[in-house]
Nanobody, 115 residues
């Protein structure tokens, strides 16, 4: 059974850092990519980065240079490291797996950037 569980969200001040983790089960991170998305209140869900099966990462301009993604295939975790956080980064963050048979989402974790 495929399952994605995010953790690590919380309240952080502007300029601070936060590390989110996505625990994956039911499929191999060696074979499939994982994406990170976020959805702010009243906004559409947007991608903030992904890591491919071979470890290549991609980021949109909005977070390039501030966010990084890494994975530990033995632990089945994919981490999103967020630095230099801005108020505009406040959102619910989700990890995503687009597998050949279905697309899966985690339940999300709230990140609030506020002074």
């Amino acid at each position: 059974q495929v399952q994605l569980v995010e953790s690590g969200g919380g309240l952080v001040q502007p300029g601070g850092s936060l590390r989110l983790s996505c625990q994956a089960s039911g499929f191999s991170l060696d074979h499939y990519a994982i994406g990170w998305f976020r959805q702010a209140s009243g906004e559409e869900r947007e991608g903030v980065g992904c890591i491919t099966s071979d470890g290549t990462t991609y980021f949109p301009d909005s977070v390039q240079g501030r966010f990084t993604i890494s994975k530990d295939t033995s632990k089945r975790t994919v981490d999103l490291q967020m630095n230099s956080l801005e108020i505009e980064d406040t959102a619910v963050y989700y990890c995503n797996a687009y597998l050949p048979w279905a697309e899966y989402w985690g339940q999300g974790t709230q990140v609030t950037v506020s002074s």
